[in-house]
Every structure is written in C-alpha cells, then in structure tokens.
T-cell receptor, first 110, second 112 residues
Framework: RKEVEQDPGPFNVPEGATVAFNCTYS??????FFWYRQDCRKEPKLLMS???SGNEDGRFTAQLNRASQYISLLIRDSKLSDSATYLC???????????FGTGTKLQVIP | NAGVTQTPKFRVLKTGQSMTLLCAQD?????MYWYRQDPGMGLRLIHY???????AKGEVPDGYNVSRLKKQNFLLGLESAAPSQTSVYFC???????????FGPGTRLLVL
C-alpha cells in the first residue's frame, strides 16, 4: 500500500460547483499534513496546512480524520483559476522529510 | 527576495555525460531538498540536507550525488546520465522539518 494515495482524477466540474478531494495515508504516526497546488508545468506551492481541528481559507476547507487516516480538501464556488493538480503531503513523527501524493487533477469548465 | 532559484531551466544530455544542477535560496532556510517528478509517479525525494555540510539519501538516490558546502546552495550531480534520469527536477527549501517547503521553478532534463 502506498504511503499517500490520491484519486488522480481528472475531476471535471462546472464553474460555481463544489468539489471535494480525499487523500489517504498509511502511517498512523503521521503528524503534519498539507495541501499543495501545482499548475501545469509549474512548481508546487503551498495551498494550506491541515490542522486537527480543520481549517478554512476563503473558499477552501481542509479537514483531517485521524481515525480513518485521511485528509480532505473542499473547494466551494469553483473558479476557472482553480484548475490545477492538488497534491497531498504528509509527514510522520520523527521524520525529517515528507511524502507527496501523486496528485488529483481538477479541471473547472466554463 | 528571489526565493528558490534553479539553473539551468532546461538541458539535453547524451547518455554517459555528466552535469550539475544548482539550487540557491535566499531565505536562510536550514533544510533543502531535491525531487524528481515523473508522470504518474508524483514527486520523489532524491537527496536532502538538514544543514550546511550535511546530506542524506532520499527515496531514489542512485545515480545522483549532492553537496551543500554553503547554506544557501544545494548542488545535484549526475555523474553518468542515463535515459531513465529524464525528468523534471525540483529543488525546495524549508526553515525546519515539517514546515512549508518552497520550490524552485524546476529543471527539465532530457537524456538521449
């Protein structure tokens, strides 16, 4: 089983729709969680960190479910500019490095 | 601040040639990383460094060497390039372990 798994998509959604992605992780000792965004042929950039209590940043909401070992990203009122690949990132306790998921591709359609 | 920069942006090599990729950061970060990204494989860690003068192996270190002689620079070397090393290489830095990683724009390498 992969350390971090994501549905590769693509998720094709109309503008204004709400879309959610999940990411599962296998190491129960995982401690830090992040969502990164990567535009086509560009570098990944941090979208948001994921805290135990969940967090929200505008149209984006991230949640953590430790019992089921997954994190989620919810995007409300999708914009064309949200089209990108969303990478799930996980770090385990005591580890100096993180593990990236392979990403979920989102295409927002006019 | 320039953030994280990488040189070159694009390179074509023949099998067996060598080259060095340079990563530089101006944020005074302790940690630096080299990743490669291939279709369907995601980002895979090649080598990383937790401070000046230190390096460690990541997930896919074979065929690569690194050096971090100065805190702001992290060099990735390919001693004898192979077609399997055709990829996009990203450098990243972070203040500490587990913190946000800041990525460079990437180097596209084609090995013929």
């Amino acid at each position: 089983r992969k350390e971090v798994e994501q549905d590769p998509g693509p998720f094709n959604v109309p503008e204004g729709a709400t879309v959610a992605f999940n990411c599962t992780y296998s190491n129960s000792a995982s401690q830090s969680f992040f969502w990164y965004r990567q535009d086509c042929r560009k570098e990944p950039k941090l979208l948001m960190s994921v805290y135990s209590s969940g967090n929200e940043d505008g149209r984006f909401t991230a949640q953590l479910n430790r019992a089921s070992q997954y994190i989620s990203l919810l995007i409300r009122d999708s914009k064309l500019s949200d089209s990108a690949t969303y990478l799930c990132v996980v770090r385990a306790v005591g580890y100096q490095k993180v593990t990236f998921g392979t990403g979920t591709k989102l295409q927002v359609i006019p | 601040n320039a953030g994280v920069t990488q040189t070159p942006k694009f390179r074509v090599l023949k099998t067996g040639q060598s080259m060095t990729l340079l990563c530089a950061q101006d944020m005074n970060h302790e940690y630096m990383y080299w990743y490669r990204q291939d279709p369907g494989m995601g980002l895979r860690l090649i080598h990383y460094s937790v401070g000046e003068g230190t390096t460690a192996k990541g997930e896919v270190p074979d065929g690569y060497n690194v050096s971090r002689l100065k805190k702001q620079n992290f060099l990735l070397g390919l001693e004898s390039a192979a077609p399997s090393q055709t990829s996009v290489y990203f450098c990243a830095s972070s203040p500490f372990s587990g913190e946000t990683q800041y990525f460079g724009p990437g180097t596209r390498l084609l090995v013929l």
